[in-house]
């Protein structure tokens, strides 16, 4: 297995995050998952830490290929919805299940929208994936988002 190398300039930004309440970075247990297999070369891993009932609200930038990709877990029966917000057309996002080595997305935000609705059977780390279509991050170009979550279960 290869080691997450997309993690090793993230302990400053993890230090920055916690002090803000922010989502936090964490190499922990997720190198046990298909994870570090699934990041791009540009792509920064950071783990959301999800507090009670209330809404997430992510914000991101995609430059390139580059941007961050966000890992949340869920307990068993619980209800995500992440909703991508931006005033780009040309954002996507894809979501993973952590456990699934096929690389599959359980969610292709190209084809099915900008909102996601996932149900944990099991505990479950979601991985969340914006990104730009491939013409547009050839040529370099910048686009901000949003990601909303809400948590029902």
Do not use: K
């Not at 029966?77 to 057309?89: K, M, V």
């Not at 190209?110 to 969340?128: D, M, Q, S, Y």
Request: hydrophobic residues 40%; proline residues 8%; negative net charge.
């Amino acid at each position: 297995m290869r080691p997450i190398r997309h993690l090793t300039p993230l302990p400053l930004l993890a230090l920055l995050v916690a002090c803000t309440g922010m989502p936090t970075t964490t190499e922990d247990d997720l190198a046990d998952t298909a994870i570090p297999r699934l990041l791009g070369p540009d792509e920064t891993l950071v783990e959301v830490q999800a507090n009670g009932a209330e809404p997430l609200r992510l914000e991101g930038r995609i430059e390139g290929y580059a941007g961050p990709a966000y890992a949340i877990r869920s307990a068993p029966g619980e209800r995500l919805e992440i909703t991508l917000e931006s005033a780009s057309d040309n954002v996507y996002f894809n979501v993973h299940d952590a456990a699934d080595g096929s690389a599959t997305a359980v969610f292709r935000g190209e084809f099915e929208g900008r909102t996601a609705t996932l149900t944990a059977t099991a505990p479950t780390v979601w991985l969340i994936r914006p990104f730009q279509p491939r013409a547009s991050a050839r040529r370099g170009e910048r686009i901000d988002f949003s990601i909303r979550i809400t948590r029902n279960g």
